[in-house]
């Protein structure tokens, strides 16, 4: 069943002054059904009265008059242009609309190619719009929730829930938690700090996809990398916080992990928010780069260069781009061509780098293999992605040279030579045996027990030299943990942390007599720095008061304190769970 | 006269009392016994029959007077303004004596109160207010929300609520601030403990708390309850979950709004638990650590001024929690794994079962066990005290 709802604008400051219309339309096309609220079968948003607690009644669903129509919701008074108080109607439907848009992006077959699953154990994420007084919005897994704060700043009430960037933000940290789990319970700041990354570039994409977003841009100029529309987060949000402050970040930033650059550059490698400016950044440079070579070669011909992209990636012509927004956008079709191209691009290789992330704790090093393995299985013929974000990490001091990020892909192994792959799909027992006898190729270390976790099976959108096709994975994790040392202070000096791999197998087509191939393989990366990081951060966890050891991670009723990150110490050895019980938008929780 | 200083611990159940006598001299050089008094409290009667039970209190109170024997109390320290720590002596006066009897046995030459229990300090410490004043709000909006609803876990909530009752509290230290009010110090890490106290043989150190708080509070957790004053009156009967939602993840969601409730108390308490007076008293060679209820903020800090250093005694900070004990370079620091010489080491733990979740805690306990001779108030609960003896 479809619906189709008005969902707001970046946010009601930034379509006000930029002069875009506040809001635009998106269709929802996933879902089995849509009741009042509004509430799919994976996302039910829920309005809390914030002066009783009561549960607001549900915005009426207005079904389609025809099946294969589009169903609406009923919102009395629409957002219209110059502003104005956005209703609670407004807001929920909304948020349901940016929150649908969100999954899309990761959900299409041209990027994770299934339906995503959450990180909790219930098919529906519960969306809160008006949670509470706080400059603040967040996911949190054991509530199964998305919840939206508001707080008076600049003269005004402030909703996190009206901002697209914050919405998409939260949404891709309930979606990424499905896609990683091991993220939230990670000790190395780098790990937390990925998932502020794609919750930012996630906003950056949605806002990709506003039709009156980049008509602001490519009316006004032919490129991204001096507009901030695309690249600033959560402007209202900051503004309202502090007066001088443009956005939450700016994702078109240099910010370095390299100790020589320039200190204005440097970031807090123990703050997951200002360390994820510096991978949100060199990503964002990328697609930046990608786009105005792409724009360039547009300008000359429908085709560019087979280097930059796949033939097949781009196969529209740039009087056809034209048409992707042909009553709004006055900017040339080859800005138009080489915004959606390089935005699909870079979409779907970072995604999929995700889907490729091993068990554990992992670095930005770690991401980038995995972005660079998905890139090259998609993409094997067109290389210019991957040679950017190389040089854009080595510049950035992510990786001290190119060989840190080597990776292998598509090759054979005689271990998976004649396995029956549906065995291994289904089957723990096959799968533990696989690893078990092939323990060099998951480079796990001797003696160490080992957990293997459900495979997934994927099918997605590939582009080759003879054209694009239908792509069958199985992707098969392993984790174990490792111990080691740092002294932190009022702490064990011994700590366990989790390392992992992930195998990717290409599945022949059916009816093909070729044998499976490993797509790639890529284990977490062991590196001093990062140890180092890890005994910064959780000084900086017992600093703050959030770390707490055994029973003092329960409160007065014996249930575990919200905000509490436990540790137990086994043996003398510390373990840690839960350092993302929260994913804020922002470090900062109270102003 | 003895020669020996002596430790004794009562058994106030969940709470402090600690009365140190000490050998030493007057300034012409002749012997003379002097005492300290370290808090007398237990736990709000209100949140803890168990632990706050204040029947306890006649006997201590008796034999302190008893020990004191008609003479002054040298030294009265209250580590901090909590009430398990600070209701005794008004408990004494109002409960236990007749009307100004109480004031007459019991007179004391010093009073020692944390620097932040000044009249005027938040008037002169501004950084220091906006994190009182927020954590004060924050208590506020959580009691309001609390007396408007009837929830079972609402007397887990109790002993939190009570013990940090800036009313309460107020009162018990206003009373003790009235002992002496011409020789009443508030104390702090650097502060000149010239004409603060009467002692000359034994030597005080201040290792906590800092002069400014503000660094002892921790972050408050987000709850659901209102944007708009009145804060914390919320819907008193829970919402059903609209068509299409299931059961079970709608009631998890309307109990996480308000799940936070317990971290903040617990932060607001942790913060008054921080502002401790930590003392290291010497004596003819031996070092005892009375630590309050100090807690891993105010550890840390001291650490990081260097105050840190082995000691021969270690009054367990905070009733035998982790958090008043941390493992690693703190402990390392105070009771190292190879003394400091050949004295032998001991710490004392007041506490009580059934009062505070995590209190007291086992492998706390234990380790202190790998470094020194542990007593606690609970080996022999029908003790009214235990005492520890310091050869000179």
């Keep these: 069943?479809?619906?189709?709802?008005?969902?707001?604008?970046?946010?009601?400051?930034?379509?006000?002054?930029?002069?875009?219309?506040?809001?635009?339309?998106?269709?929802?096309?996933?879902?089995?059904?849509?009741?009042?609220?509004?509430?799919?079968?994976?996302?039910?948003?829920?309005?809390?009265?914030?002066?009783?607690?009561?549960?607001?009644?549900?915005?009426?669903?207005?079904?389609?008059?025809?099946?294969?129509?589009?169903?609406?919701?009923?919102?009395?008074?629409?957002?219209?242009?110059?502003?104005?108080?956005?209703?609670?109607?407004?807001?929920?439907?909304?948020?349901?609309?940016?929150?649908?848009?969100?999954?899309?992006?990761?959900?299409?077959?041209?990027?994770?190619?299934?339906?995503?699953?959450?990180?909790?154990?219930?098919?529906?994420?519960?969306?809160?719009?008006?949670?509470?007084?706080?400059?603040?919005a967040f996911y949190e897994r054991a509530s199964q929730s998305i919840q939206f704060f508001s707080f008076e700043g600049g003269g005004k009430r402030v909703y996190t829930g009206h901002s697209q960037d914050i919405v998409a933000h939260e949404t891709a940290h309930a979606i990424l938690d499905g896609v990683a789990p091991d993220l939230y319970d990670a000790l190395t700041p780098q790990s937390l700090a990925i998932h502020e990354s794609v919750a930012d570039l996630t906003a950056v994409l949605c806002a990709m996809r506003s039709e009156e977003l980049v008509r602001e841009v490519l009316d006004n100029r032919e490129t991204i990398g001096d507009s901030n529309v695309f690249s600033?987060?959560?402007?209202?949000?900051?503004?309202?916080?502090?007066?001088?402050?443009?956005?939450?970040?700016?994702?078109?930033?240099?910010?370095?992990?390299?100790?020589?650059?320039?200190?204005?550059?440097?970031?807090?490698?123990?703050?997951?928010?200002?360390?994820?400016?510096?991978?949100?950044?060199?990503?964002?440079?990328?697609?930046?780069?990608?786009?105005?070579?792409?724009?360039?070669?547009?300008?000359?011909?429908?085709?560019?260069?087979?280097?930059?992209?796949?033939?097949?990636?781009?196969?529209?012509?740039?009087?056809?781009?034209?048409?992707?927004?042909?009553?709004?956008?006055?900017?040339?079709?080859?800005?138009?061509?080489?915004?959606?191209?390089?935005?699909?691009?870079?979409?779907?290789?970072?995604?999929?780098?995700?889907?490729?992330l091993p068990p554990g704790d992992v670095t930005f090093a770690d991401l980038g293999?995995?972005?660079?393995?998905?890139?090259?299985?998609?993409?094997?013929?067109?290389?210019?992605?991957?040679?950017?974000?190389?040089?854009?990490?080595?510049?950035?001091?992510?990786?001290?040279?190119?060989?840190?990020?080597?990776?292998?892909?598509?090759?054979?192994?005689?271990?998976?030579?004649?396995?029956?792959?549906?065995?291994?799909?289904?089957?723990?027992?096959?799968?533990?045996?696989?690893?078990?006898?092939?323990?060099?190729?998951?480079?796990?270390?001797?003696?160490?027990?080992?957990?293997?976790?459900?495979?997934?099976?994927?099918?997605?959108?590939?582009?080759?030299?003879?054209?694009?096709?239908?792509?069958?994975?199985?992707?098969?994790?392993?984790?174990?943990?490792?111990?080691?040392?740092?002294?932190?202070?009022?702490?064990?000096?011994?700590?366990?942390?989790?390392?992992?791999?992930?195998?990717?197998?290409?599945?022949?087509?059916?009816?093909?007599?070729?044998?499976?191939?490993?797509?790639?393989?890529?284990?977490?990366?062991?590196?001093?720095?990062?140890?180092?990081?890890?005994?910064?951060?959780?000084?900086?966890?017992?600093?703050?008061?959030?770390?707490?050891?055994?029973?003092?991670?329960?409160?007065?009723?014996?249930?575990?304190?919200?905000?509490?990150?436990?540790?137990?110490?086994?043996?003398?050895?510390?373990?840690?769970?839960g350092t993302n019980r929260f994913l804020h938008v922002t470090g900062e929780p109270r102003p | 006269m003895s020669d020996k200083l002596k430790v004794r611990i009562y058994n106030v159940r969940f709470g402090d009392a600690v009365l140190v006598t000490v050998p030493d001299r007057t300034a012409a050089g002749n012997p003379i016994t002097r005492r300290i008094l370290i808090d007398v409290g237990n736990a709000p009667l209100v949140a803890s029959k168990v632990g706050g039970d204040d029947a306890v209190f006649r006997p201590v109170i008796e034999d302190i007077l008893n020990q004191l024997g008609g003479r002054q109390l040298d030294l009265y320290v209250l580590s901090h303004e909590h009430l398990d720590h600070a209701q005794g002596l008004l408990h004494a006066d109002r409960k236990l004596f007749p009307s100004g009897e109480f004031a007459k046995r019991f007179r004391v030459r010093h009073v020692w109160l944390t620097a932040s229990a000044h009249p005027d300090y938040y008037e002169s410490h501004d950084k220091a207010k906006k994190q009182r004043d927020l954590a004060m709000a924050e208590y506020k909006a959580i009691k309001s929300y609390l007396s408007a609803i009837?929830?079972?876990?609402?007397?887990?909530?109790?002993?939190?609520?009570?013990?940090?009752?800036?009313?309460?509290?107020?009162?018990?230290?206003?009373?003790?601030?009235?002992?002496?009010?011409?020789?009443?110090?508030?104390?702090?890490?650097?502060?000149?403990?010239?004409?603060?106290?009467?002692?000359n043989d034994a030597k005080f150190s201040i290792w906590a708390p800092e002069e400014d708080t503000s660094d002892y509070y921790g972050r408050f957790q987000p709850l659901g309850l209102l944007e708009s004053a009145p804060r914390g009156a919320p819907a008193t009967e829970v919402p059903a979950p609209p068509a299409g939602v299931d059961l079970g993840a709608f009631l998890n969601l309307v109990e996480s709004r308000t799940s936070g409730i317990a971290d903040n108390l617990l932060t607001i308490d942790a913060a008054a638990n921080n502002t401790s007076i930590v003392f290291l008293l010497e004596w003819r060679g031996w070092k005892l650590l009375f630590a309050g209820d100090a807690e891993i903020r105010s550890w840390k800090t001291m650490q990081r001024e260097g105050v840190l250093s082995p000691v021969h005694f270690l009054k367990v900070s905070h009733h035998g929690s982790h958090n008043g004990t941390p493992d690693g370079d703190l402990f390392e620091a105070v009771l190292p794994t190879v003394p400091s010489d050949n004295r032998k080491r001991r710490a004392a733990i007041s506490t009580w079962r059934d009062t505070y979740n995590g209190i007291p805690h086992t492998p706390t306990d234990d380790r202190i066990k790998t470094r020194a001779e542990l007593t606690s108030t609970l080996d022999d609960e029908q003790a009214l005290f235990y005492e520890l003896e310091f050869e000179a």
């Excluded at chain 1, 209703?87 to 349901?96: D, K, N």
Aim: charged share 30%; glycine share 8%.
């Design chain 2, 150 to 199: 009837a929830v079972e876990s609402l007397p887990a909530f109790q002993s939190l609520l009570a013990n940090n009752n800036p009313q309460s509290t107020k009162a018990c230290v206003e009373y003790i601030r009235g002992l002496n009010p011409k020789r009443t110090h508030y104390i702090h890490r650097g502060v000149k403990l010239t004409g603060k106290h009467g002692f």
């Design chain 1, 232 to 356: 600033g987060i959560a402007e209202e949000f900051a503004g309202a916080l502090n007066e001088r402050r443009d956005y939450l970040r700016n994702l078109n930033n240099k910010k370095s992990l390299s100790p020589k650059a320039p200190s204005e550059h440097r970031v807090d490698r123990t703050d997951p928010h200002s360390l994820s400016e510096v991978l949100s950044g060199a990503l964002y440079r990328v697609l930046i780069d990608i786009f105005e070579e792409l724009r360039g070669e547009y300008h000359q011909s429908d085709k560019a260069s087979e280097e930059v992209v796949e033939e097949e990636e781009a196969s529209f012509s740039v009087e056809q781009a034209r048409q992707y927004a042909p009553q709004k956008t006055s900017g040339t079709g080859a800005a138009v061509k080489a915004l959606y191209v390089a935005g699909q691009r870079f979409k779907r290789t970072l995604y999929r780098g995700l889907d490729y």
């Design chain 1, 369 to 577: 293999r995995t972005i660079l393995a998905a890139d090259q299985a998609s993409h094997p013929d067109s290389s210019r992605q991957r040679d950017r974000l190389g040089d854009e990490f080595v510049k950035r001091g992510i990786v001290s040279s190119l060989t840190d990020l080597a990776v292998q892909t598509n090759f054979s192994h005689p271990s998976i030579t004649g396995l029956d792959l549906e065995d291994l799909l289904h089957s723990d027992y096959v799968a533990y045996q696989l690893v078990n006898a092939n323990r060099r190729l998951f480079n796990i270390p001797d003696e160490v027990t080992f957990e293997v976790r459900p495979r997934l099976d994927v099918t997605r959108l590939y582009w080759h030299r003879e054209g694009k096709r239908m792509v069958r994975e199985i992707l098969l994790k392993v984790g174990w943990t490792e111990t080691e040392s740092g002294n932190v202070t009022g702490l064990p000096r011994k700590r366990r942390i989790t390392r992992g791999t992930t195998l990717a197998i290409e599945v022949p087509a059916s009816g093909s007599s070729s044998t499976p191939m490993i797509r790639t393989v890529v284990t977490t990366g062991q590196s001093a720095a990062a140890r180092r990081d890890r005994t910064a951060f959780l000084d900086r966890l017992v600093d703050t008061g959030t770390l707490r050891l055994g029973d003092e991670a329960l409160g007065p009723t014996g249930q575990i304190l919200r905000g509490a990150v436990r540790g137990d110490v086994r043996n003398g050895t510390l373990k840690v769970v």
């Design chain 1, 1 to 136: 069943m479809k619906v189709r709802v008005p969902v707001i604008v970046k946010d009601p400051e930034v379509s006000r002054y930029k002069g875009v219309h506040p809001t635009e339309t998106v269709e929802i096309d996933t879902e089995e059904r849509y009741l009042d609220g509004p509430i799919s079968p994976r996302v039910a948003v829920l309005d809390f009265d914030p002066k009783s607690g009561g549960l607001e009644p549900g915005v009426r669903f207005v079904p389609p008059a025809k099946p294969d129509a589009a169903g609406s919701y009923e919102v009395p008074d629409p957002v219209g242009r110059g502003g104005g108080e956005v209703s609670r109607e407004a807001g929920a439907v909304s948020l349901f609309g940016t929150i649908h848009k969100s999954i899309k992006l990761f959900e299409e077959e041209d990027a994770l190619g299934r339906r995503i699953t959450w990180g909790f154990d219930s098919p529906q994420l519960l969306a809160v719009p008006r949670a509470g007084e706080l400059p603040n």
